[in-house]
């Protein structure tokens, strides 16, 4: 069995990618050296089944802002199919088996079909991208997440004239994600993107961060993140991609329809009803920072939005 270090073992160089582990040996040496967070949170087992996402490439676009611990990564999180406190996904999820991982996509497309996630990235090379991460509760993390930008991935389905948006849906599993017995959101966990933003070069299916495959915890085996959207967007562990002519609903949408809008840009000038947006606490930071428009991605994002009254369609 993998050895568990303390935490207090974990130093910043133990979260370098170290794109070492193709095979199962290497795996379990390499993993050992991580410490407990990764170890007990995320790939106790399946993951050596995960897909290989050693030979990324760093990407241009990129922050060279300081990393967020690995540790915080993995140890803060949201994720209400394994609690809804910030540290139950990381006790709870790490049974999660993912293999054999099917995504199906369906709507408006000349190619549908049901794929496993190794025939999805094929073809693709995996990419490293240092992005923010603004959670709507006004707390950050700079994360280097390893994905296929996801255009790229939509384009080979042949989306045809009508596919006006893009509807995303995680697993819905209740035995292996135990969160889903209490109906504290109405399951399963669905998002949504306009085409637009979707095919936005910014936009990514992530399947690992910190050179390593995707922790249980953060979405594995493959999730969105969309860095200048509040991080609820970015849903975890997608089992279905569907091309829509109209807009999806969206599940913090249905909960609080007045608090979560289908856009949630990041957007220090609209509150939300119960707290400013105006600050961010970067985790492991203590001052807190000014939150910037579209999570400082406005040059890259901000002319999708031209006309569009940001503060309606929040
Ligand atoms: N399926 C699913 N996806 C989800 C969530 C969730 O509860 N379930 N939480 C969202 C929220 S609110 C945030 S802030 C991010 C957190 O990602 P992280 O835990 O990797 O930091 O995941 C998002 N994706
Ligand atoms: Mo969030």
């Known amino acids: 069995m993998i050895k568990i270090k303390k935490a207090s073992d974990c130093r910043e160089s133990d979260i370098t990618p170290e794109p070492v582990y193709?095979?199962?040996?290497?795996?379990?040496?390499?993993?050992?050296?991580?410490?407990?967070?990764?170890?007990?949170?995320?790939?106790?087992?399946?993951?050596?089944?995960?897909?290989?996402?050693?030979?990324?490439?760093?990407?241009?676009?990129t922050t060279d802002e300081e990393l967020t611990e690995f540790k915080d990564a993995t140890r803060y999180?949201?994720?209400?199919?394994?609690?809804?406190?910030?540290?139950?996904?990381?006790?709870?999820?790490?049974?999660?088996?993912?293999?054999?991982?099917?995504?199906?996509?369906s709507g408006e497309c000349d190619n549908p079909g049901v794929i496993s996630l190794e025939d999805l990235?094929?073809?693709?090379?995996?990419?490293?991208?240092?992005?923010?991460?603004?959670?709507?509760?006004?707390?950050?993390?700079?994360i280097p997440w390893l994905g296929v930008p996801l255009a790229s991935i939509l384009q080979q389905f042949k989306p045809n004239s009508r596919a006006?948006?893009?509807?995303?849906?995680?697993?819905?599993?209740p035995e292996r994600m135990p969160g889903q017995q209490r109906s504290v959101l109405d399951w399963p966990y669905i998002e949504g993107l306009r085409m637009d933003e979707a095919m936005n070069p910014l936009t990514l299916l992530a399947v690992g961060m910190y050179g390593k495959p995707m922790p249980n915890q953060n979405g594995a085996p493959v999730r969105l993140v969309v860095p200048w959207k509040y991080g609820f967007k970015s849903i975890k562990s997608i089992v279905s991609i569907e091309f829509t002519e109209t807009q999806p609903k969206t599940t913090w949408n249905i909960l609080s329809p007045g608090e979560y809008g289908f856009?949630?840009?990041?957007?220090?000038?609209?509150?939300?009803?119960?707290?400013?947006?105006?600050?961010?606490?970067?985790?492991?930071?203590?001052f807190r920072r000014d939150t910037v428009m579209f999570n400082g991605y406005a040059d890259e994002v901000a002319a999708m939005y031209t006309g569009m009254d940001l503060k309606k369609q929040f």
């Open 22 to 61: 193709k095979k199962r040996r290497e795996f379990m040496k390499t993993s050992s050296a991580i410490g407990t967070g990764l170890v007990l949170g995320g790939l106790q087992g399946n993951a050596l089944a995960a897909l290989d996402v050693s030979g990324f490439k760093k990407s241009g676009y």
């Open 77 to 105: 999180n949201n994720f209400y199919e394994f609690g809804t406190a910030k540290e139950d996904p990381a006790s709870n999820a790490g049974n999660f088996n993912t293999d054999d991982w099917r995504i199906s996509i």
């Open 121 to 142: 990235m094929q073809g693709h090379t995996i990419e490293e991208r240092v992005y923010r991460l603004r959670c709507v509760e006004a707390w950050s993390m700079v």
């Open 164 to 173: 006006k948006y893009v509807a995303f849906k995680t697993l819905l599993d």
């Open 263 to 286: 856009y949630s840009n990041v957007n220090p000038e609209v509150s939300h009803p119960r707290w400013s947006q105006a600050k961010e606490r970067r985790i492991g930071n203590f």
